[in-house]
Structure formats: C-alpha cells, structure tokens
C-alpha cells in the first residue's frame, strides 16, 4: 500500500507542477490579500536591504501563490522567481526529520534507540529522540540545547541504520518521487565533521548518480549569495559547502511548497507519525511552554492558534523561513540570498517564531482575519513618529493592539539590521508613547538591536566546486594515463623494482609531470648530463612526503576535535619526518652508503628541506579549501585527495627546483639527491644550510599567512 501511495503521490505532484499549470497560475491576478502580503514582502525586502528573496503560499492543498522580489543576481540583474534554488540553513533539519521518521516507521531505526547502536559515539545515554529534538546534551532529555553538529550527527545513525548516506535516503524518499528539480545538497558531506568526504561528495559535485543528477543544473540557478560590510552595503557573501541533516540543502520555495503539500496529505509521512513528529515538544526554554520544540520542527501557541516551523540562518548569506498553520492548512515559505532575513529578530532563536517582522505580515493577512472577523489597520512604520502614531491609532481593540505592538518592534529591529538607526529610534519613541507600561515593551529581548554586521571573506561556491570536480576528473584521467605509460616504459627497461615503485607513485601523484621527469631522464642519461635524474630523485622525495602527510593527517584527526600538542607536534613535525627518512630517503641513499641506517642519518638535512617544502604547500592549498585546516584534507577515498596531493607535491617540486637555481649560483650544491652512475651524492650540512634556512623561512610563512587569512 505504502508503495501504492507513493507512486500515486508522484504522478499527482508532476501533474501539479507542469510548466503549464504554473504558468495559469502566474497569469492569474492575485486576490487582494496576496496582492497585500507581496507589497509587505517587499517593502521588508527593501527595509532589510536583501538583493532576492522568494515567497510562497500553500492553502487548502494547492501551492495558491509564489513569487520572487529583487534579484537573484544583482550583477547580471537575473530576477528572482519560485524557482529560483537558495540555501536552506537549519530549515534542512525538518526536512531531514521526516526522512529520520520514514525510517523510524519501517522499524529501520528506533526513536528511543541509543544512537551508540547505530556507530555514534557520544558521552551518556543518547537516543535518537535527543538528537531530532536538541535535548542531548547534560542529562539527555531533560533540557533543550539547540545544537546544529548534534543534529547533524543523524546522518550517522541513518548510514549506521541503513547503510545508505541521508543524501541517498533524501534523493530515494523525497527528491525524486516529489520531482524537486530544485533541490539538491551542498555537495560536500560532513555529517562525521570531514569537510570533504569520499566518493560520494565528489560524484554530487559532478552530477552523478540518479538522485542528484540535476545537481550542476541547481548550482547553475543558485542566487548569488551577498552580505553587508562594516557600512550595510552589499557585498559579495558565501554559500558553505557542506551538508548533513542540520544545514545544507538548496531548494526554491516551489520545491518547498511540493514537500508540504506531500507532508500534509500523508504521502511522505503517516498521520500518526506526523502528529508525533509534531506533538512529541519539550520546552525552548524552561520558564516558558508556548515555545516548545518538537522532533526536527518549533511547535509554538500563538494567540491560540498552533504554529509549526523552523527558520534557517547560515551566516553570511543563507537565511530562511518555513511556517505551518494546521488548523487553517496555510505554509508560508520565504528564503533570502543574504542572512539578513533572520539576523535582526533577536528572540527567534527560542523559539518565537512572531519575532519575524515577515512572519508578522503573513499572519495579518492571512489568520488574523479568520480568528477575529476584522482586518488589521495598515501601518507603514517608515515615517515619521507623529504619522506612525496616528495609524496605530486606528486600531481600537486590544488584540488588535496587541499585534501592532509586536509589529512595531519586529520593524524597529529590521530598520536597525539594515544600519537604519534614526528610523528604529523613531520607532521606539513611538513605542515608548503609545504602548507605555506593556509586557513587550518591557521585555529585553524585545529592546536587543543587531550589532554592526562581521564581513566574511567570500570562498569557493558550489558552482565553482563542480567546475573542480570536473578538472580533478580530468587530471585522474590524465594520470591514469601517464600511469600505463609509464608502465610500458618501465617494461622496456632493466629497472629495479624499487625504481617501479617511485616512478608509478610519482605518476600517481604528479600526473604527465612525472612522465615529463622520466623522459628528461633518459635524454640526461644520453647526454651525461646530471641535472635531469636529479630532478627525478626530488621528485621521488616529494611524493613520499605527500604519503608521509597522509599518514600524519591520519594521526591528527584520530586525536578528536581537540588533540594534545603531543599529538599535534608528532602528526606535523615528527611523523612525516620519519616516515619520509625511514620509507624514501633511506632505501634512495642505500646505493652511496651502503649501510641502511648510515643513509637514513645522512639523509636528515635533505628530509627536513623536502618537509619544509611540502608543509609550506600543503598550508598554501589549505587557504583556497575551507577554513577548518585539518578538516579539508579530503579523505584517502575521495577524488580530491589525489588532487590536494598533486597540488602539494607539484608545489613542493618546483619550490626544490627555484631554489636550487637561486642557491646554486652562489656555489652551493643543494639538491636533496643528485645521481650519476646510479650513484646518490648527498649535500652537507656546511653547503646546505642556506636552503635548509630558506625553506624552513618559507613553510612557517605560508603557515603564519594561512592563520591570519582564515582567522
């Protein structure tokens, strides 16, 4: 039957969301009170200085109304429109509990399970239950702590339970049967707090795969991401890169609207589960029970009337909103391509989801009148304090009163988001006049203003991450081919297996640089020349420190978040230095000295230069990643290992090669290996030391520019 329900789900929501029907109903004139709930909409688009943001209605089962103000990007003045893809921040976490519940109704997953069953290790008694309703931490289940990385360690359990990522589970469930053509994730996945996962991750960025197929489509439309600098003007901002179950997903408020509707008439979730989903609350706070936050949604009593949703921040420049009415079957969605759609509603965040001035504005229009028989008086909160004054004065019942106040307030804090501070002072005197003495006005929260905003320095978005995608698929190509021919030339030749080691590791590695090397080899050999199978000895040094930097990464994340120095010292110093002199350079210097550990003790000064040089272009790579250091070191599995080691260890050899050159005129001879006649010369610490110091200077530089440019 539930297989039954699904595909009848499927064929009635693509009828639903034909081109055709949309256009119907975008020709169609709205009815007076969306016409209203537009002119609000954008005149608090303007008043909070957001460049695009998009809306939509959902109402007796049918999307009734959608639409897009400003611009998804101001540079090439794209429009926004309902199907214009933003980021989702925390509105993700809805989304991801009703795929958690689709599990916990197929008996996959049990909501009072410990989450240590399913490979989550986490201090005490965690279920999943802490998890979808923020209650895991102290004594698990006793208070509400909202925490996103908690959250999003249900991605843990649903891979523990199933042995399938939530991205699958999300494309299988909901995507897919739904025709969210919208959607997709960010394509990096960090459920496991590993900025760039395996396969997986590098697959979403190219468009593999049949749930996330559309995804270079949906980074294609993506609206540009903005944000303010010190002085409110709108600058370019930042979309993240990474998902899980608490933040991560991009979708339109067209898409949104399918999963609703979906929602409401049983076909993701059944009745009973979606009650529970909903009904299962604990308090946002403990002095309070209007505010209460169920399994992945806020479940709030305002005004007598239930409210269930959830809202998105993800600084600087995602920002959503995603409000329910059950008991007058309304959902308001808007999203935003700065995060300015929340920031200024100081108070959201526990829970009061009327804190939003937009929130406001569609309850005005849209309950207010069905719960009291009247509409509310509008007010336009931008002029003077006189005006403001005798607009609210029009107003004659305490409810409706009561709702103005809340208006006031939601306005002064938008003013103020927007560095309009004479506007917002304007609206506190008016508050200070007309609403004397009432419970908003004296409650703080209601007085707290946004702070100056805190510019973030733009990174790689997840269109540029698929361009990546795409070039490090070009240069595993390209290496796999350097690696068969490389192959037959050694085939060709007496080499020893040592010498097939090297070579295929640095064709691995370096690509048809290394082929490049093995020819400049050969000609040297003709030639008898010996700078050429110098350059082929540093390259094999380069490319066993990359596999030493691997190991000490290794190391380092095994410490947990926070490891001991002990455990820093050994994984960045100590580890790949050992590995580099014990694994490469002593069996490369064997030839000269006979002795094994005579060559691994001749070889420190040269292991110390190579490491320097590999540190310095490991950190460089790591400024163009991500901000959390260790964290972008992809893991061994993914794609975008081999690329951030080809990167270092190209970096790293021609950092060998420059200073060479420099050092070389003044006489000193300082390649870490120079051969002739299969003989391997090493330099002295007496005519070393110079590039020692050289590059010793130039890996705690790029370590120092490293911190200062990601703090």
């Known amino acids: 039957m539930r297989l039954l329900a699904l595909i009848v789900c499927a064929a009635l929501l693509m009828t639903a969301a ?75 976490k809805p989304v991801a509990a009703v795929v958690v519940m689709q599990l916990i109704e197929e008996g996959l997953i049990g909501l009072d399970d410990p989450v240590a069953d399913y490979g989550v290790s986490l201090p005490g008694a965690v279920t999943v239950r802490h998890l979808l309703n923020h209650t895991s931490e102290g004594m698990p289940g006793t208070v509400h702590s909202y925490n996103g990385n908690r959250y999003g360690l249900l991605g843990g359990v649903i891979e523990g339970a199933t042995g399938k990522s939530f991205a699958a589970h999300l494309g299988e469930r909901v995507l897919g049967p739904l025709g969210m053509a919208d959607t997709g994730l960010n394509p990096l996945n960090a459920w496991d707090a590993a900025s760039i996962g395996g396969f997986e991750s590098f697959a979403m960025g190219i468009g593999w795969g049949t749930a996330f197929d559309h995804y270079p489509d949906v980074y294609d439309r993506l609206a540009q991401p903005y944000q303010f600098d010190t002085d409110y003007s709108i600058i370019p901002g930042k979309y993240h890169l990474l998902h899980n179950p608490a933040a991560g997903m991009v979708s339109s408020v067209h898409d949104l609207a399918l999963f609703d509707l979906a929602l409401d008439e049983g076909w993701l979730l059944d009745d009973a589960t979606r009650e529970l989903m909903f009904g299962e609350t604990v308090p946002t706070r403990s002095y309070q029970t209007s505010r209460t936050y169920g399994l992945g949604w806020y479940v ?117 988001g927007s560095g309009n501070t004479s506007q917002a002072a304007v609206l506190a005197s008016v ?150 002199l014990l694994g490469v350079r002593g069996p490369l210097y064997r030839s000269r000295f006979g002795r094994y550990w005579t060559s691994v003790r001749r070889g420190i000064v040269a292991e110390v230069m190579t490491f320097a040089v590999g540190l310095a272009a490991i950190y460089m790579v790591l400024l163009y990643v991500d901000s959390r250091l260790l964290a972008a070191i992809p893991h061994p599995t993914s794609p975008f290992f081999w690329a951030v080691l080809s990167a270092g260890a190209m970096l790293g050899f021609g950092g060998l090669m420059v200073l060479h050159r420099l050092l070389q005129r003044r006489g000193f001879t300082v390649w870490p290996a120079e051969a002739g006649s299969g003989a391997v010369v090493l330099p002295t610490l007496r005519n070393s030391w110079w590039m020692l110091a050289a590059v010793v200077f130039v890996a705690f530089g790029a370590m120092a520019l490293t911190v200062v440019v990601v703090a």
Not at 300 to 310: K, V
């Open 18 to 92: 034909t081109p055709a029907a949309v256009v119907i109903q975008e020709e169609a004139a709205p009815s007076a009170e969306f016409a209203a709930l537009a002119a609000d909409l954008e005149d608090l688009r303007q008043v909070l200085a957001i460049p695009g943001m998009s809306a939509a209605v959902v109402r007796d089962g049918e999307i009734a109304w959608e639409q897009g103000f400003g611009f998804a990007d101001l540079e090439n003045r794209i429009e926004a429109e309902a199907h214009t893809p933003y980021g989702l921040a925390s509105v993700t």
């Open 300 to 416: 709030q009593d305002f005004e007598g009337t239930r409210l269930i949703w959830h809202y998105g921040r993800w600084p600087p420049s995602t920002s959503a909103l995603y409000l329910k009415v059950p008991e007058h079957d309304l959902t308001f969605i808007v999203l935003a391509n700065t995060d300015n759609l929340t920031v200024p509603f100081a108070g959201i965040g526990d829970g009061d989801g009327m804190r939003s001035a937009l929130a406001l504005s569609f309850f005005r229009h849209f309950v207010f009148p069905e719960l009291h028989g009247f509409q509310l008086p509008a007010v336009d909160w931008s002029q003077d304090e006189e005006a403001v004054a005798t607009e609210i004065a029009r107003a004659d019942q305490p409810v409706a009163l009561a709702h103005l106040e809340r208006e006031l307030w939601a306005h002064r804090q938008a003013f103020a």
């Open 431 to 580: 508050a200070s006049d007309v609403f004397a003495g009432s419970g908003l006005t004296a409650d703080g929260s209601y007085l707290l203003l946004p702070g100056r905003p805190e510019v973030i320095p733009p990174v790689m978005a997840a269109r540029t991450f698929s361009t990546i995608a795409w070039a490090v698929l070009v240069w595993i190509v390209i290496a796999a081919v350097s690696m068969i021919v490389m192959i037959w030339r050694l085939a060709k030749a007496s080499e020893t297996a040592w010498a097939w080691v090297l070579w295929l590791l640095a064709a691995a590695v370096l690509g048809p640089l290394a082929h490049l090397a093995f020819e400049l080899d050969q000609r040297a050999e003709r030639s008898e020349s010996r700078a050429a199978p110098a350059i082929c000895a540093s390259v094999f040094c380069v490319t066993g420190y990359s596999l030493a930097w691997v190991a000490a990464v290794a190391l380092l994340l095994s410490g947990g978040d926070d490891p001991n120095p002990i455990v820093i010292l050994s994984g960045a110093v100590v580890l790949p230095v050992a590995i580099g």
